[in-house]
């Protein structure tokens, strides 16, 4: 049979197994769409699924898991299954019974907007909540029958939309972080359950390759409720202006598909305009808890500004290293004596880098503003996040110390605070609404950064700022030391977490500011994984099984994860066991990045990457010495706290 179908299910890709854990069974699935041209690296590939498993679970109920990863070593959508004969019980499920034995290994292009293929592989993903579907699957006696199955059913998957006007009628919006797997079966649970209620449901399905089914505006006009389903912000819900909705994670229609098409026909929380932002607010949070959200979601949109900016400052000097000076930004007598144009146009990228660099603190406070006051804050977040970075100092000539992250913090919750409070409470009739958002919100917002500056952030944050820059320089060496052994131990504690990503913007910030180095920071990314890696290759050698399969396998991919300055490689050692892991975590990182410190290394731009340690810009051999000690520390005291518990256990027995 051949179809639209047939190249994203293909027989070689089907494994039947007798056991396997969740990590084998993936690589072998990875490695079997490597051989057959689906992939241009299994080990990037397999990366980016590893990441996603650590989103969310992707095990779901009645055996089934479906692991998707989206990555640009995919060369088309594809599919590969395995079936086993004796289940995966530890595989992370949304049924916490769930006992794995049949795995869809679900492989998305990075970029692959419309493709038809990514539509099927939506359907298919809706297919597996069919009543006797999986069944039939795991009946299936060879490759060829499970490749006959799936596309007879997805030739057979169009639905029709017929409203019923008796009925009550339910919109669904379903998106979850990759567009594929849940945000097609969690509009399916809904439609079913709906079929099962006696209420209309029609989903609108936000995927990889853009919004499916999307709703006419007379189905928007006789719907009586909508269920926003989604781990991402979906635009445009002002075409559902009045209409009662509920909203949660992607996940939730999998097992309370039936609960929330009741909770929907009974809300009384409207969409208004401008809901998305709305939606933001009424989520109940303390002003504590909204601050912290908003600072995180600074965070994480200011981060690829920091990468990219440090990327294109300091690649320019790793490609002139051959050359014997890597330092090449604006120093005339290196011109002199390299007259060769290639060497203009590396300084000229290394300056575009800078530049890049210098828009952290307009994009940090623009999304903590937006955050907080949606896109009303956006501007006033931006322009005073840019007076922080020293924006003014520029125009108008001035030296005054830019008050750095603090007033980008400072910024960012004010305005967007008051921006949130005019939109709410300013009052406009229909016609001159446009009046509030384009006139009246960015003017008041705008004036207030102004007298926000001249009042209390140049006379009190940028003198505490000054301050504190002073005090750290006087201090010298205990200093460093100290602020070292903060920032290394902050950044090990969780991995990635909201300890970790606060604790990087104070040091991007210092660094910025030019004020501390990064080499506390840059360390303490990748002390704690390459140390968990190296503990599973001893203990692999001596033959304890101090590790279970599952982390001996993380182990190897932390390692390469570590070196590659992704922390996140560590965390399924803390999740399993955490009073082991973050005390020996946070203690190895602080001695290691505190010994380099001490020994007189330096780095300032935020290239955590092996591939940028040649551009340290002090003391490299103090550098790797401090990373040497800090990753021994961790894995010896890993296997020594192991054996120490396990002798203890043994003794009691």
């Known amino acids: ?97 769930n006992q794995v034995d049949l795995i869809f290994l679900l492989a998305i292009p990075e970029e692959n907007k419309g493709d038809l293929h990514l539509q099927i592989l939506g359907k298919l993903s809706a297919l597996f909540m069919r009543e006797g579907f999986i069944e039939n699957l795991k009946n299936a006696s060879t490759e060829k029958e499970i490749v006959t199955l799936l596309e007879q059913e997805l030739e057979g998957s169009q639905k029709t939309t017929t409203l019923d006007q008796k009925q009550k009628t339910v919109l669904v919006m379903t998106a979850c972080s990759t567009g594929i797997a849940h945000t097609y079966m969690s509009a399916e649970a809904l439609e079913k359950a709906g079929e099962e209620m006696g209420i209309n449901v029609f989903s609108e399905k936000h995927g990889a390759g853009g919004v499916e089914d999307q709703f006419s505006q007379s189905m928007i006009d006789q719907a009586d409720a909508i269920i926003i389903a989604a781990d991402v912000a979906i635009k445009g819900l002002e075409r559902f202006n009045g209409k009662p909705y509920i909203k949660s994670r992607v996940a939730r229609p999998l097992k309370e598909s039936k609960e929330m098409l009741t909770e929907a026909l009974s809300s009384t929380q409207l969409i208004q305009e401008n809901s998305e932002e709305n939606a933001m607010q009424n989520e109940k949070k303390t002003v504590k808890e909204e ?73 940090f406070a623009a999304y903590i503003s937006y955050s907080i006051a949606g896109r009303s804050g956006l501007m006033a977040g931006f322009v005073g996040g840019s007076v922080a970075g020293g924006l003014t100092n520029f125009i108008l000539d001035t030296k005054v110390t830019s008050s750095g992250f603090l007033g980008a913090i400072f910024f960012g919750v004010v305005v967007g605070y008051l921006c949130r409070f005019l939109n709410e409470n300013l009052k406009f009739s229909k016609d001159l609404r446009a009046l509030k958002t384009m006139l009246v919100i960015p003017v008041t917002s705008l004036i207030t950064v102004f007298i926000l500056n001249i009042a209390i952030v140049q006379p009190v944050i940028s003198k505490f700022v000054e301050f504190l820059t002073n005090l750290l320089a006087k201090s010298a060496g205990t200093g460093q030391l100290i602020y070292a052994a903060i920032i290394s131990g902050g950044m090990a504690f969780d991995l990635g977490g909201p300890v970790n990503k606060t ?26 994984p390459v140390g968990l890696g190296i503990a599973c290759i001893i203990d692999a050698r001596m033959n304890k099984g101090l590790f279970d399969d599952e982390l ?47 020994l007189g290394a330096e780095m300032w731009l935020p290239l955590s990457a092996v591939w940028g340690w040649p551009l340290i810009n002090k003391g490299i051999p103090a550098y790797v010495i401090g990373f040497v000690v800090g990753v021994s520390f961790i894995a010896i005291a890993n296997i020594v706290v192991r054996l120490a518990l396990r002798k203890r256990k043994e003794q009691k027995v």
């Open 503 to 528: 604790t990087e913007t104070i040091a991007l910030g210092l660094a910025a500011d030019k004020i501390m180095p990064l080499t506390a920071h840059n360390l303490g990314i990748v002390i704690a």
């Open 552 to 598: 001996r396998t993380n182990g190897r991919s932390s390692i390469l994860l570590g070196c590659l300055a992704i922390s996140e490689g560590a965390i399924p050692f803390a999740l399993k066991n955490p009073l082991i892991v973050i005390p020996i975590n946070v203690i190895g990182t602080i001695l290691g990045a505190t010994v380099a410190v001490g």
């Open 1 to 97: 049979m051949v179809s639209d179908h047939s190249h994203l299910i293909d027989e070689k890709n089907i494994l039947f197994k007798e056991s396997s854990t969740r990590e084998g069974i993936l690589e072998e699935l990875a490695t079997a769409l490597e051989e057959s041209g689906k992939l241009t690296s299994k080990e990037e590939f397999l990366r980016e699924v590893f990441v996603r498993e650590s989103v969310s679970p992707t095990g779901l109920e009645k055996g089934l898991a479906i692991p998707h990863g989206k990555s640009s070593a995919v060369t088309s959508p594809t599919i590969a299954i395995a079936r086993l004969n004796e289940p995966i019980t530890n595989w992370p499920s949304i049924d916490e019974h």
């Open 291 to 363: 601050i912290m959200q908003a600072v995180l979601t600074g965070i994480s949109y200011m981060i690829p500004v920091i990468v990219a900016g440090g990327v294109l400052l300091g690649l320019p000097a790793l490609l002139a290293l051959p050359f014997g000076n890597v330092d090449i930004f604006g120093a005339p007598e290196y011109f002199a004596l390299h007259p060769q144009p290639i060497f203009k146009y590396l300084s000229d990228m290394g300056a575009f880098g800078w530049y890049t660099y210098q828009f952290m603190y307009p994009v």
